[in-house]
């Protein structure tokens, strides 16, 4: 997804993995490292709630 920062409430419900801003902001958000993002992301989607539902089972 492109970043267009008139959409910036859309760009929370996503997680980007191209960007190292949004590796950064999300990892340090998420309470976990980039490997676990990237997993969590593979496993479920980059939507942000199931990335955050994913990482609480764990």
Do not use: H, P
């Not at 593979?42 to 990482?55: C, F, I, M, P, T």
């Amino acid at each position: 997804m492109a970043d267009d920062t008139s959409k910036t409430a859309l760009d929370r419900k996503f997680i980007s993995l191209e960007e190292d801003y949004e590796l950064r902001d999300w990892t340090k958000t998420l309470g976990c490292t980039e490997q676990q993002l990237r997993e969590a992301v593979k496993a479920v989607g980059n939507s942000a709630s199931a990335v955050r539902q994913y990482l609480g089972k764990k």
